[in-house]
């Protein structure tokens, strides 16, 4: 069976409501019984249905409730009167066919009954409209809240797949270029290096599925890429690890980890003559928990914030945790460079 609409129920609801007020105060206050007081408000209440039914066909019909909030407020005035005129019009013409007017009410002119009927009346179908507008004003005002938050979400979820679009493409490159340097110099350990990216590959066709991974397991990709980047620098790279086991279970962002690992050596380690450290550390800070990567090298006044990666690793934090994160880059001592991930816990 089909449900009646929340319109049609208050249309149906309002009226009975109204007849039973009505009834109630001729009970309990009206001086003197009226012989067709029940017909009389039987016609009543019909009238009022069709003619408030009407007037939310004129709203629906010329889009009254798109209009500027001022000018709502303007139709609404202008139309309940208009109505008000037409319920009165209709329901003297009607009074008088079915014999229903009584005696005291003959003696009046039509026009004055009209006025008299429109002035009592105005204030129903003002109270009528005042609720129907305010419904959907309320209404369109949470259906605008929440296609705004549905397309702030879109927004982020695409930034967010844009981002790591960007990421792994920018990984693989240099990956590549690692594993090219060896195929001539020593086959065997190019046949080392394939296999590590083989597992770093997999590793981010997971990362892709998903918004957070846990620590242990970036960290993991991280192994594998600094494993293959060993490769190419030999004793020129130096790794170090600081890592509190109590974070391992703590959700990172995919490849993000990687990313600022990728930087220290990109900007960091490559440029030493002699190499250099990478020290990757995580461990817990008041209430939030923090991955620092520290690399031998300097900024030399240099923003990395400029770059994909990093300027990647800063909008990612803002997609996902909002104030909650942040990221700062900076020389730590003359000879290191420090990158710290702030995240939440």
Known sequence: ????????????????????????????????????????????????????????????????????????????????????FLYSIVDNLMVSQLGLETETVKKYSFGIKVVRIAVGTFFFLCMWNLIYFSYHYIMKSRKDQLDKVRLESLVKELELKTIKAHINPHFIFNALNSIRALVDEDPERARTAITELSNILRSSMYAEKVETTSLERELSIVKDYLALEHIRFEDRLHVEY??????????????????????????????QKEGGVI??????????????????????????????????????????????????????????????????V
Not at 250 to 262: A, G, I
Not at 280 to 290: I, L, Q, T
Not at 326 to 332: T, Y
């Open 1 to 84: 069976m089909r449900k009646l609409s929340p319109y049609w129920l208050c249309q149906i609801g309002g009226w009975s409501l109204y007849g039973l007020i009505n009834v109630f105060f001729y009970y309990t206050i009206s001086p003197k019984t009226e012989a067709n007081f029940y017909n009389t408000l039987l016609l009543y209440m019909a009238e009022g249905f069709v003619i408030s039914h009407l007037m939310r066909t004129v709203i629906q019909q010329y889009g009254l409730l798109n209009l500027p909030i001022t000018r709502q407020i303007i139709t609404l005035f202008s139309l309940t009167l208009v109505f008000a």
């Open 242 to 271: 600081d890592i509190d086991e109590d974070t391992l279970d703590l959700p990172v962002p995919p490849m993000m980890l990687q990313t600022l690992v990728e930087n220290a050596i990109k900007h960091g380690i490559s440029k």
């Open 279 to 344: 020290k990757v550390m995580s461990d817990f800070k008041d209430n939030h928990y923090e991955l620092v990567v520290q690399n031998t090298g300097h900024l030399n006044g240099r923003s990395l914030k400029d770059g994909f990666g990093i300027s990647g690793t800063i909008n990612r934090l803002h997609l996902m945790f909002g104030d909650n994160a942040f990221f700062d880059i900076k020389d730590k001592d003359s000879n290191l460079v420090e990158a710290k991930v702030v995240l939440p």
